[in-house]
C-alpha cells in the first residue's frame, strides 16, 4: 500500500518555475497525504527553498517522520484543515509564501484502509472523516437525515440520477436496522441501480463520494483555500491544485477564470469603469490530464485534472 503522487512532473514545473524561488521562499503543500509531492518539492528546489506541508489527517502527518530527519531545516509538517491556511501558517511566523499545491480527495493510505470507511471495496465502520476527531461520521447523516435531505446530497455532491430513490430506500431499510457498515450501504445502492444502467465505475461510487464530501465540508474547505491563496501568494507565485471529480473541478476552474478576469465592462462602455483588474494568470488552458502512460501505471490517476495560475 502506497500513494503514486499523480501529475507530479508537471506539477513541480509549475511551482518551481517561479524564478523568484532562486532567492529562496516557502512553497506549501496543503495534501501532504503520502508525501510524494512534498518529497519532489524538496528535492527539486533550491536549497534555500522551505517546504511547508499540512494534511488534516493525523495518520498523514504520522507519516512524514523520515522526511523530517532527511530534510530537518527545510522541512515542516503542520496539522490542520486547509481551510484555515493564513492561521496555521501565521502561527509558524509564515505571512506570504511563494508556491501553493492542492492535491485534493483522498491519499490511497485513507482509501485502502477499511477501517477508515472510504471504500466499498473493503468492509468498515461508516465514518469517512478525514480527521476522525472532527465532525460527525457519514453513518450518522445516513441513519439521521430524512430522505429529502439525503436525496439532495446524493444529488447536488454526488450527482446521482437515481437519488431520491436511494434516499428513499435507505430511510425504510434503517428502520429495521441502522446500516453502520460500508458494505451495507454499498450493497444497497447497488441493489439500486438497474443492471443495464451500470458503468464501469461501482454504482455506490457517486453516493460515497457525496457523502464524503459532506462530512468533510470539502466543497466549503477548498472555496476558502483558494481564496486565502490569492491573499498570501506573492506575485510570481503558482498556485496548483489537481482534482479529481467535476464538482471539484468545475469550482476550481471557475474561481481560476474569475480571478484571471480583467475589467468587466460592458463592450460598449468607452472607458473603464469597474477598475477591475485581473488578479492571476491562468498557466494549464483547459487543464491538463494525465497521459496514458501514467494513467496504466496508477489506474487512480485517471479522473486527475490539473490548473495552474501566477498570480499577478
Ligand atoms: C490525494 S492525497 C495527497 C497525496 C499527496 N500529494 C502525495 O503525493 O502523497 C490528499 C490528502 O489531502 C488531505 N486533505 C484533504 N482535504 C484536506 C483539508 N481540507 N485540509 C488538509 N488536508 C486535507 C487528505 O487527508 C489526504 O491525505
Avoid: W
Wanted: hydrophobic share 40%; charged share 25%; net charge neutral.
Amino acid at each position: 500500500m502506497k500513494h503514486v503522487p499523480v501529475l507530479l512532473a508537471p506539477s513541480l514545473e509549475l511551482l518551481l518555475g517561479n524564478p523568484a524561488l532562486g532567492a529562496g521562499g516557502v512553497v506549501v503543500d496543503a495534501t501532504f497525504g503520502g508525501g510524494g509531492h512534498t518529497l519532489g518539492l524538496l528535492e527539486n528546489s533550491p536549497e534555500r527553498v522551505r517546504i511547508v506541508a499540512l494534511d488534516r489527517d493525523p495518520e498523514a502527518v504520522s507519516r512524514a517522520r523520515g522526511l523530517k530527519e532527511d530534510f530537518p531545516s527545510r522541512f515542516r509538517l503542520l496539522a490542520g484543515n486547509y481551510a484555515e491556511l493564513p492561521q496555521l501558517l501565521r502561527a509558524e511566523g509564515i505571512e506570504r509564501i511563494d508556491g501553493l499545491l492542492l492535491d485534493i480527495g483522498l491519499s490511497s493510505y485513507q482509501l485502502e484502509d477499511g477501517e477508515r470507511g472510504f471504500s466499498f471495496q473493503s468492509d468498515g465502520p461508516l465514518d469517512m472523516r478525514m480527521d476522525p476527531a472532527v465532525g460527525r461520521p457519514a453513518a450518522e447523516i445516513v441513519n439521521q437525515a430524512d430522505a429529502r435531505t439525503l436525496a439532495r446530497i446524493f444529488r447536488d455532491f454526488g450527482e446521482e440520477p437515481y437519488a431520491r430513490a436511494i434516499a428513499r430506500e435507505i430511510v425504510t431499510r434503517r428502520e429495521t436496522a441502522p446500516l453502520l457498515s460500508t458494505r451495507d450501504l454499498a450493497g444497497l445502492v447497488e441493489a439500486m441501480v438497474p443492471p443495464h444502467k451500470r458503468t464501469r465505475r461501482h454504482p455506490a461510487t457517486r453516493i460515497f463520494q457525496a457523502l464524503r464530501i459532506v462530512v468533510n465540508g470539502e466543497l466549503e474547505a477548498l472555496e476558502k483555500v483558494l481564496a486565502a491563496g490569492l491573499e498570501i501568494l506573492n506575485p510570481g507565485a503558482r498556485m496548483v491544485v489537481i482534482s479529481y471529480h467535476s464538482l471539484e473541478d468545475r469550482l476550481v476552474k471557475r474561481f481560476f477564470r474569475q480571478a484571471a478576469r480583467g475589467c468587466t465592462c460592458p463592450p460598449k462602455i468607452p472607458v473603464c469603469t469597474c477598475d477591475r483588474q485581473a488578479a492571476v494568470r491562468i498557466l494549464t488552458g483547459r487543464g491538463r490530464r494525465p497521459d496514458e502512460a501514467e494513467v496504466a501505471d496508477n489506474p487512480r490517476s485517471r479522473s486527475a485534472v490539473l490548473r495552474a495560475v501566477e498570480v499577478l
